[in-house]
Nanobody, 121 residues
Framework: QVQLVESGGGLVQAGGSLRLSCAASGTIVRIENMGWYRQAPGKERDLVATITNGGDTNYADSVKGRFIISRDNAKNTAYLQMTALKPEDTAVYYC???????????????WGQGTQVTVSS
């Protein structure tokens, strides 16, 4: 059974920083794309950033220059370093991964349970 567990959310003042982590556990053959998405109250879940197994990254325009996504393939873990946080960054942040579990021939989508990030003005 594959699970994604996020950590690192919390309350921070505008201009501050937070680092989110997403650790994948279980018997995993390979993880392709990993990413972070966020959902604010009353809004849809939106992409924040993604990173391929090879390290190619993609960011939402709203976070470019402020957030950095990275990953440690040996640890099956992705990170999101968030700086210069704004109140509009307030949301539940979800980790996503395309995972090939052991014993299965293809990749499946997995989501974490979400971690709250609140930025006060």
């Amino acid at each position: 059974q594959v699970q994604l567990v996020e950590s690192g959310g919390g309350l921070v003042q505008a201009g501050g920083s937070l680092r989110l982590s997403c650790a994948a556990s279980g018997t995993i053959v390979r993880i392709e794309n990993m990413g972070w998405y966020r959902q604010a109250p009353g809004k849809e879940r939106d992409l924040v950033a993604t990173i391929t197994n090879g390290g190619d990254t993609n960011y939402a325009d709203s976070v470019k220059g402020r957030f950095i996504i990275s990953r440690d393939n040996a640890k099956n873990t992705a990170y999101l370093q968030m700086t210069a946080l704004k109140p509009e960054d307030t949301a539940v942040y979800y980790c996503h991964a395309d995972v090939r579990p052991s014993g299965l021939p293809k990749f499946y989508d997995y989501w974490g349970q979400g971690t709250q990030v609140t930025v006060s003005s």
